[in-house]
């Protein structure tokens, strides 16, 4: 686990992101809030000089347990509180909503959960969850996020896709209204079926997409491109990077009974983006891939704008 963890727990089968300490039984929000290490309270401390002369404009966000200084920030910023964001997600989710992780980051500068939604999807014989992820930071570094995350279940292979007819996230600064801005949100994410929707015509277009050995090489070519003046190294690790993909295309157990199309070859990539190791792993690397289930990840939208625009 990374040493910017700071806690957070997870529900039995470790998350795709492979952080956290493992509960035996999905928590509602209360209990999550205390697992998680998140039952604390920003507050809004005077900044002063070394003198003692107050710093106009400006406040701390302190965690109210410890002293922790999380950020210095303008007036215009407004807190949302942990429990807030768990308030969010149970009211936009509805009663009986568990969660399957949450947790601290960087000393408390950056929070988030992860709610399993109620709903089942199976599209073209694949059963599809979706997570609602809520993403908060505390030290005026970052905006909050909330997003919808398919995940496919049999590989755990997250297939957020970008697409042009349904939206999958929000995103807000701490600034204004946030009550207003959470109903937004709210109002947003109520789309979430629509995203599905639009997920399983994707999906059954991938499907029907029939690909040759040579398109996917070609593909493969598109997302590593190489550099004129690369160096030998680079060389080898685009080689390295275009190789894994192919190998999980070729040989992944789940996409065995999955014929050679485009569905085959983004999930090969989403294999690969979800669950592959970095060339050279940063002590922020889990983070930074949980981050994407909100942001998105490029090269999953690369194949897949590559084998829709076939």
């Given at each position: 686990?990374?040493?910017?963890?700071?806690?957070?727990?997870?529900?039995?089968?470790?998350?795709?992101?492979?952080?956290?300490?493992?509960?035996?039984?999905?928590?509602?929000?209360?209990?999550?809030?205390?697992?998680?290490?998140?039952?604390?309270?920003?507050?809004?401390?005077?900044?002063?000089?070394?003198?003692?002369?107050?710093?106009?404009?400006?406040?701390?966000?302190?965690?109210?347990?410890?002293?922790?200084?999380?950020?210095?920030?303008?007036?215009?910023?407004?807190?949302?509180?942990?429990?807030?964001?768990?308030?969010?997600?149970?009211?936009?989710?509805?009663?009986?909503?568990?969660?399957?992780?949450?947790?601290?980051?960087?000393?408390?500068?950056?929070?988030?959960?992860?709610?399993?939604?109620?709903?089942?999807?199976?599209?073209?014989?694949?059963?599809?969850?979706?997570?609602?992820?809520?993403?908060?930071?505390?030290?005026?570094?970052?905006?909050?996020?909330?997003?919808?995350?398919?995940?496919?279940?049999?590989?755990?292979?997250?297939?957020?896709?970008?697409?042009?007819?349904?939206?999958?996230?929000?995103?807000?600064?701490?600034?204004?209204?946030?009550?207003?801005?959470?109903?937004?949100?709210?109002?947003?994410?109520?789309?979430?079926?629509?995203?599905?929707?639009?997920?399983?015509?994707?999906?059954?277009?991938?499907?029907?997409?029939?690909?040759?050995?040579?398109?996917?090489?070609?593909?493969?070519?598109?997302?590593?491109?190489?550099?004129?003046?690369?160096?030998?190294?680079?060389?080898?690790?685009?080689?390295?990077?275009?190789?894994?993909?192919?190998?999980?295309?070729?040989?992944?157990?789940?996409?065995?009974?999955?014929?050679?199309?485009?569905?085959?070859?983004?999930?090969?990539?989403?294999?690969?983006?979800?669950?592959?190791?970095?060339?050279?792993?940063?002590?922020?690397?889990?983070?930074?891939?949980?981050?994407r289930t909100v942001d998105?990840?490029?090269l999953i939208d690369k194949?897949?704008?590559?084998?829709?625009?076939?």
């Amino acid at each position: 686990m990374s040493a910017a963890v700071e806690t957070m727990f997870y529900h039995r089968e470790r998350p795709w992101h492979g952080l956290g300490t493992m509960v035996m039984e999905a928590p509602d929000s209360r209990e999550a809030l205390r697992l998680a290490g998140l039952n604390w309270q920003v507050v809004q401390r005077p900044v002063m000089t070394d003198e003692g002369f107050p710093i106009h404009g400006f406040k701390a966000n302190v965690r109210d347990t410890d002293g922790q200084v999380l950020g210095i920030v303008t007036d215009r910023y407004r807190v949302v509180q942990n429990e807030d964001a768990f308030a969010f997600t149970d009211e936009l989710l509805g009663e009986g909503v568990t969660y399957e992780t949450a947790g601290s980051l960087q000393n408390g500068r950056r929070t988030w959960l992860l709610a399993r939604l109620p709903q089942r999807y199976i599209i073209s014989g694949d059963e599809i969850t979706p997570y609602l992820v809520f993403m908060n930071s505390h030290d005026g570094s970052g905006s909050i996020k909330a997003a919808m995350t398919p995940v496919r279940v049999v590989c755990q292979n997250t297939l957020n896709l970008a697409l042009a007819t349904a939206k999958r996230s929000w995103a807000t600064h701490h600034t204004g209204d946030i009550r207003g801005k959470l109903q937004n949100a709210r109002e947003t994410l109520l789309y979430a079926e629509q995203y599905m929707a639009e997920l399983g015509k994707a999906i059954d277009r991938l499907n029907h997409q029939k690909l040759s050995d040579h398109q996917v090489l070609d593909y493969l070519d598109a997302l590593f491109p190489l550099l004129d003046n690369a160096t030998e190294q680079q060389r080898k690790n685009i080689v390295r990077m275009k190789e894994d993909v192919l190998t999980r295309y070729r040989e992944a157990p789940d996409l065995q009974h999955v014929g050679k199309n485009a569905y085959r070859f983004v999930n090969a990539v989403s294999d690969f983006a979800t669950h592959a190791k970095p060339l050279k792993e940063r002590a922020n690397y889990r983070e930074s891939l949980f981050a994407r289930t909100v942001d998105g990840n490029a090269l999953i939208d690369k194949a897949y704008d590559l084998a829709m625009a076939a």
